[in-house]
């Protein structure tokens, strides 16, 4: 009677499993970073890896649940080895392997870090002069015209500034955890609400890298995006956003002679 072989199928699915992950975890930035032409990497929020380690689990289970000869080719890794020593090995090693991966995700969640030290950050860096009496060409549009631009800016604000600043402008974007110091909550009172409509212009135009060299370092990792979007697209992006936020652009000072 010829002899059983052993199904490894199990592995195949934890090596698939892990192959997942360091792709989401490694390789996405580059080729996020390399597909929208950043000079930085894009990395992974936290949060998304999660989830998408979950679907990559139940996928897994899906596929190896579709027959009963795949499940049993399955669950049969657990049974006793026999005389096939690498099933034995790779036994001991899983083994040996689940219980210390669970102790570091307990450690690691549970064992106290290293805060950042506390540091002043300045919220609202001095206007630049040259932005200091620009004006929003669309403020006196007629009501239709200014509904239009506004519905326009929304949209280009989901396509542009959602993944950091979220859908609702509450600064609770999908890539917010993956900065040390999480993006604007616009929503918040004391952030654009603050500021003229020329200063988030400036900010949007020019970015971080546009940042005067007073007072620096600058803590900031909003990416300049006048090469990527002209003028007026900004300015739209900037009537979305307030609407969005739900709050309205300080205005400017009269200055009675």
Same mark, same amino acid.
């Given at each position: 009677?010829?002899?059983?072989?052993?199904?490894?199928?199990?592995?195949?699915?934890?090596?698939?499993?892990?192959?997942?992950?360091?792709?989401?975890?490694?390789?996405?930035?580059?080729?996020?970073?390399?597909?929208?032409?950043?000079?930085?990497?894009?990395?992974?929020?936290?949060?998304?890896?999660?989830?998408?380690?979950?679907?990559?689990?139940?996928?897994?289970?899906?596929?190896?649940?579709?027959?009963?000869?795949?499940?049993?080719? @399955?669950?049969? @890794?657990?049974?006793?080895?026999?005389?096939?020593?690498?099933?034995?090995?790779?036994?001991?090693?899983?083994?040996?392997?689940?219980?210390?991966?669970?102790?570091?995700?307990?450690?690691?969640?549970?064992?106290?870090?290293?805060?950042?030290?506390?540091?002043? $950050?300045?919220?609202?860096?001095?206007?630049?002069?040259? @932005?200091?009496?620009?004006? !929003?060409? @669309?403020?006196?549009?007629?009501?239709?015209?200014?509904? $239009?631009?506004?519905?326009?800016?929304?949209?280009?604000?989901?396509?542009?500034?959602?993944?950091?600043?979220?859908?609702?402008?509450?600064?609770?974007?999908?890539?917010? !955890?993956?900065?040390?110091?999480?993006?604007? !909550?616009?929503?918040?009172?004391?952030?654009?609400?603050?500021?003229?409509?020329?200063?988030?212009?400036?900010?949007? $135009?020019?970015?971080?890298?546009?940042?005067?060299?007073?007072?620096?370092?600058?803590?900031?990792?909003?990416?300049?995006?006048?090469?990527?979007? !002209?003028?007026?697209?900004?300015?739209?992006?900037?009537?979305?956003?307030?609407?969005?936020?739900?709050?309205?652009?300080?205005?400017?000072?009269?200055?009675?002679?």
């Amino acid at each position: 009677m010829g002899k059983k072989k052993n199904s490894y199928s199990m592995i195949l699915v934890i090596i698939s499993i892990l192959v997942v992950f360091v792709i989401i975890k490694y390789i996405a930035p580059y080729v996020f970073m390399i597909v929208l032409a950043k000079d930085h990497t894009m990395p992974t929020p936290s949060t998304l890896i999660l989830w998408y380690m979950i679907l990559a689990i139940l996928g897994a289970l899906v596929y190896v649940s579709t027959s009963d000869l795949k499940w049993a080719k @399955f669950l049969s @890794f657990i049974l006793p080895a026999g005389d096939d020593k690498t099933k034995a090995i790779l036994q001991k090693m899983i083994i040996v392997a689940f219980p210390v991966l669970v102790g570091w995700f307990v450690y690691s969640g549970t064992a106290p870090g290293t805060a950042s030290p506390v540091e002043l $950050r300045i919220q609202h860096p001095t206007l630049l002069q040259e @932005f200091e009496k620009l004006e !929003n060409p @669309f403020a006196h549009v007629n009501e239709e015209t200014k509904k $239009r631009y506004i519905e326009e800016g929304k949209i280009l604000y989901q396509q542009n500034c959602r993944p950091c600043h979220g859908s609702k402008a509450d600064g609770n974007g999908p890539f917010a !955890n993956a900065f040390r110091l999480r993006p604007i !909550n616009f929503t918040d009172p004391g952030t654009i609400a603050t500021v003229v409509e020329s200063f988030a212009f400036w900010r949007i $135009r020019d970015g971080g890298p546009g940042l005067p060299g007073a007072s620096t370092p600058w803590d900031s990792a909003m990416p300049s995006w006048k090469d990527t979007l !002209n003028d007026e697209q900004i300015w739209k992006i900037i009537m979305g956003e307030y609407v969005t936020a739900g709050v309205v652009a300080r205005q400017r000072e009269k200055i009675e002679h």
